[in-house]
């Protein structure tokens, strides 16, 4: 625990419990994110969207999973404004239950051979719902996390936001693999709800954290001083647009992820013949590989900074997305894995690890959460529909991945020249993050006390 004070307030930080309820929350994001990737991979097509043509219902499926990205970025404004001016925790506190509701609910809705075309608008609902809530989540828990570490580690303790990411893919995927082994018809009746169901036990956990968890020095000082803002959002747009943009632009790296973890296990089960568990196994130890990784990175960000490691990030990513899919359609598992291990264990971590901690530094405290979900969720629209763009992309043929694994590096590269052109921010004091918006204010106090000034120097 550290203990800080400004002026007349006296704060508390605790980075140790912030980073665990960050880690908790994300753990229950990405559960829910993946065992519904999976499931659309998977069952939804048949279930949701039966089609005589199995691409027909893939791409419904897909479609679904993307449309969760859209509410994301309502989700962002909306969490994003409340958390700026009432409280990081109590906003992280509300998302959790929504997100909990919504995929509980998910667990329990009727396919469309029960209630025909409500099936598919319901399942459209409830992710609509977890969109929302996500679009809050991630921002919420990475400010959150950021105010309460210490200087000089505050891209290792905000690492573990997404370190509950390869958490959740652990725990989803290790649900779903004896799920996925179920006799067809078992799977297809009341398998596939099971792990829709299993996420009751991560939100309750984290819920009981989250409620013993202090609100955030740096907001507490805020208000303490009056310098809360009525309306973050205008005043980040104001004054930081640019920086908006540029995790927007960095936040499309996240198309990797999704073409790895969603349209990549539809591949390699639907076109190069790999059995479900074996893909899903290998996602898992990869992925869950990068729980080790990601905390490094960002600890190695604290030291040399945060720029280098995403740019390595980019191109790195951009080289081994081809051997992933060069090695899928050998049909070696074991170069599977390597090629897995390279580019989500390695590779990935160096972006996954440290954009919780340098897209909130973009941003000064007041609009810090509002600016951090705003860019991060518009740059993740592309994400979420990565796997239908993969579908579309996809041609016949042995090398018909070819296309998906360009569209990935196109990505790579637009990230990469938007992390290139950001401030690096390691070393900067947290109270001096978010330059211009700084300047601007201080430019403002400068010209309202210029007429006091004049005013007392009359005679």
Known sequence: ???????????????????????????????DFFIYGTAAALVFPALFFPSDNHAVGLIGAFATFGVAYIA?????????????????KKILLITLGVMGAASLGIGLLP?????????????VAARLAQGFSAGGESAGASTLTLEHSPEGRR???????????????????????????????????????????????????????????????????????????????????????PDVLRVIGM????????????????????????????????????????????????????????RPLLITAAAGCSATIFLYFW?????NLGLVFAAAFLNMTLLYSCFNGIWPSFFAEQFAAPVRYSGMALGNQLGLLLAGFGPLIGGLLLTEGTNGWVPVAVFGTACMVIAGIAAFSSRETA????????????????????????????AAARP
């Open 155 to 241: 891209g290792f303790f905000t690492s573990f936001v997404m370190t509950g990411y390869a958490s959740g893919m652990v725990l989803a995927t290790l649900v779903f693999i004896p799920i996925s082994a179920l006799p067809e018809d078992q799977l297809l009746t009341w398998g596939w709800r099971v792990p829709f169901w299993c996420s009751i036990a991560v939100l309750a956990v984290a819920y009981w954290v989250r409620t013993h968890l202090d609100e955030t020095p740096v907001f507490e000082e805020a208000q303490e001083h009056h310098e809360v803002q009525q309306l973050p959002l205008k005043d980040v747009l104001k004054y930081q647009a």
């Open 251 to 306: 936040s499309i790296m996240s198309v990797m992820q999704t073409i790895f973890t969603v349209f990549g296990l539809s591949y390699a089960t639907g076109t190069a013949g790999f059995e479900r568990p074996q893909i899903l196994t290998v996602n898992a130890v990869a992925i869950g590989l990068s729980m080790l990784v990601m905390p490094l990175t960002a600890a190695l960000s604290d030291r040399i900074g945060r």
């Open 72 to 88: 994301r970025p309502v989700g962002g404004l909306v969490m994003g404004h409340f958390g700026d001016r009432l409280g990081r």
């Open 1 to 31: 625990m550290e203990t800080t004070s400004h002026g007349a307030v006296a704060v508390r930080k605790t980075p140790g419990k912030a980073a665990l309820a960050s880690f908790l929350g994300s753990t229950l994001e990405y559960y």
């Open 427 to 454: 070393s900067t004091p947290i109270d001096e993050l978010g330059e211009p918006y700084l300047r601007a204010m201080e430019r403002r106090r400068t010209a309202a006390a210029a007429p006091d000034s004049r």
């Open 327 to 331: 090695t899928l359609s050998s049909g």
């Open 111 to 123: 396919t469309y051979g029960q209630i025909g075309i409500w099936a598919p608008v319901l399942l």
